[in-house]
């Protein structure tokens, strides 16, 4: 017979094994809410750029040739726009399982190969402008917290305040204006310089690209090109992120925990790193999630005045023309980037604490 003892000891362990791997189950659960919020966007987008007010066949026939119903009947026809609203959105959600986008009414292209060219741009530009934010606003939400109240963190808190005050479009405005026309120490607009032309492409990505090739001369170009546009984007999220940081680790700070590792005579760096950080990077990484997915869908204007050729120049004249493929293609663009990024948020969540991941 079995004793009570291993009764009790065999408990723990049929336990254990039914909540084995909690991230796996965690992740499981995230992806599938992500796959139905996707169905969902597509579903949003649809609607409200069919409702938009306007008519595609003005915006891209012109007034003349409205005048013949024959031209406008067969314009209608070839783009889809004469069967009813919930049969082109069973057309274009079955294109979208394919991979197929439609095609551009502005550019008679397939949207897919429009936005596998322009997407990269904006990617890299958001990217370089998050990576410097992370940088630089968690180290000054880091010193301004250690340094309460002294003059460092009073100087961090204005210019924090600055970053999030200042229009982006202004500020580039005022950089390229300084740094290219009058002082000319910055590279003008667009990706690379012309006179030393682009790398062959491989991800879209100009600097990875030119990596790749050993292109050296165009990642120079490229890095030079991408320094001041991603510095403006940067300004309001370093600011946002030097608040929070500061924030998050005053709150952790004050936790009994951190006074117990001080008392025990831990060295203040690994009480740092070790136990204020981990605890404070929650928050923290939730505005940067939320900070790129605005970087990515907010660089229309940064985009105009350094004719940075990206999804937001795409997305502003596809709207201007009343591209409906085009437009849907955007919107779903960037609401599956934004699902992606909320997605490695919460698994950055399960992995910083254990304790996202068991609930």
Do not use: C
Not at 260 to 278: D, Q
Request: hydrophobic content about 55%.
């Amino acid at each position: 017979m079995t004793s009570a003892k291993e009764t009790a000891d065999a408990a723990p362990r049929v336990r254990r094994r039914r909540g084995a791997h909690p991230l796996a189950r965690f992740l499981f659960r995230r992806i599938l809410t992500a796959v139905l919020l996707a169905w969902g966007i597509t579903l949003v987008t649809f609607v409200l750029t069919n409702l938009v007010p306007g008519d595609p066949v003005t915006a891209n026939l012109g007034q003349r040739a409205l005048g013949d119903p024959a031209i406008v009947a067969q314009w209608r026809a070839e783009h889809g726009l004469d069967k009813p609203l919930w049969e082109q959105y069973a057309l274009h959600l079955g294109g979208l399982v394919q991979g197929d986008f439609g095609v551009s009414q502005q550019s008679h292209r397939p949207v897919a190969e429009d936005l596998a060219q322009f997407v990269p741009a904006t990617l890299e530009l958001a990217g370089a402008a998050i990576a410097v934010s992370l940088v630089l606003g968690v180290a000054f939400g880091v010193v301004a917290a250690l340094r309460r109240d002294r003059l460092p963190d009073h100087v961090l808190r204005v210019l924090s305040l600055i970053g999030i005050s200042v229009p982006t479009f202004w500020l580039a405005l005022v950089a390229f204006y300084v740094f290219f026309y009058r002082l000319q120490i910055t590279p003008g607009s667009g990706r690379v310089d012309p006179a030393i032309g682009e790398a062959p492409a491989v991800t879209g990505l100009q600097t990875v690209d030119a990596l790749i090739a050993g292109r050296w001369d165009v990642f120079v170009s490229a890095v030079g090109h991408l320094i001041t546009p991603a510095l403006v984007l940067a300004l309001y999220t370093i600011g946002l992120l030097t608040r929070f940081t500061r924030s998050a680790v005053l709150e952790v700070l004050g936790q009994d925990y951190v006074r117990a590792a001080r008392a025990k005579g831990l060295p203040g760096r690994v009480i740092l790193f070790r136990y204020v950080l981990r605890s404070a990077l929650v928050p923290v990484i939730t505005v940067a999630g939320l900070a790129f997915g605005s970087l990515l869908s907010g660089t229309v204007l940064v985009e105009a005045i350094f004719a940075w050729p990206g999804i937001g120049q795409y997305a502003y004249k596809s709207a201007t023309t009343l591209d409906l493929p085009a437009v849907m293609g955007v919107g779903l663009v960037v609401g599956v980037v934004y699902l992606v990024i909320n997605l490695i948020v919460d698994v950055l969540y399960g992995v910083i604490d254990p304790r996202v991941r068991l609930q």
